[in-house]
């Protein structure tokens, strides 16, 4: 039986440079088991090139990056291929496939991985299609005929097509109109209920940090100025961290916080 208190991702003395500018200086947080963590931050913080880093897209100067208990950075392709099974990623534009359905986008990642038929394939992708909310026609839109909030949710499905024990969400609000952001919330907390999944998102919409996160790192300046639950980061009193609650946004957002998450 899994620990909730096991540390999935671990980030330790993380150093991170582009020439002569400094990208990560000593960062470090650990995600446990079964929490939604977000990483907040202005735009250019970091908080993407921290995915990629995660996921072997990109290395760091320095530091470690531990998965499930292992060294990322020291892993072979074969033993990071076998990592990266466990693991969907939802990236911030979706990444769909525009001359492939949504089924066919669903299952794409198990024809890669798995040595199933594809007609069980097939009946694979229709049940996350369904699982994300999406109405079993969408199977045979490509993403061009989808709205916004429909093409998310197919990424979404996409991420989650391999069973994964650990979600990364990138920028999962992004470009969406309040209400499919909102419905877009609900969904993560489902998700992770529903599938036992750890997430990760990064992400810098206020409405979804206060919604759907149980902690949160605001990355700024190379390193982490603030991390807690939403409540004890609002009362922070580093400039950068009270932005997110007492500049204009922070504050619409706050009013309009649900009772349930109030405190």
Not at 4 to 22: D, Q
Not at 203 to 214: E, F, K, P, S, V
């Amino acid at each position: 039986m899994n620990n909730v208190n096991e540390p999935v991702i671990e980030i330790s003395h993380l150093h991170t440079r582009f020439g002569a500018a400094v990208v990560h200086e000593d960062v470090n947080f650990t995600v446990r088991r079964g929490e939604i963590f977000a990483l907040a931050g202005g735009s250019g913080c970091g908080k993407s090139t921290l995915l990629r880093e995660v996921l072997q897209l990109e290395r760091p100067v320095s530091g470690s990056i531990r998965l499930f208990g292992r060294e990322v950075l020291e892993m072979g392709e074969d033993e990071g291929s076998a990592l990266r099974r466990r693991l969907g990623v939802m990236f911030e534009r979706g990444a769909l496939f525009s001359a492939l359905t949504v089924r066919e986008n669903v299952g794409l990642p198990l024809h890669e991985h798995t040595a199933l038929s594809g007609g069980l394939i097939d009946e694979i992708a229709a049940v996350k299609i369904a699982l994300v909310g999406l109405p079993a026609s969408a199977g045979a839109k490509y993403p061009a005929e989808l709205s916004g909030g429909m093409r998310k949710r197919a990424a979404l499905a996409r991420a989650i097509a391999l069973d994964p024990e650990l979600l990364f969400l990138d920028e999962p609000t992004a470009g969406l109109d309040p209400l499919s952001a909102g419905g877009l919330d609900e969904l993560v907390r489902h998700l992770k209920e529903l599938l036992g999944l750890t997430i990760l998102m990064i992400t810098h919409d206020i409405d979804l940090l206060w919604r759907a996160a149980g902690r949160v790192a605001v990355l700024g300046d190379g390193c982490v100025l603030g991390m807690g639950t939403m409540e004890e980061l609002s009362r922070s009193e580093h400039p950068m961290v009270r932005e997110y609650f007492y500049g204009p946004r922070g504050r619409a957002t706050r009013i309009q916080e649900p009772a349930w998450n109030r405190k």
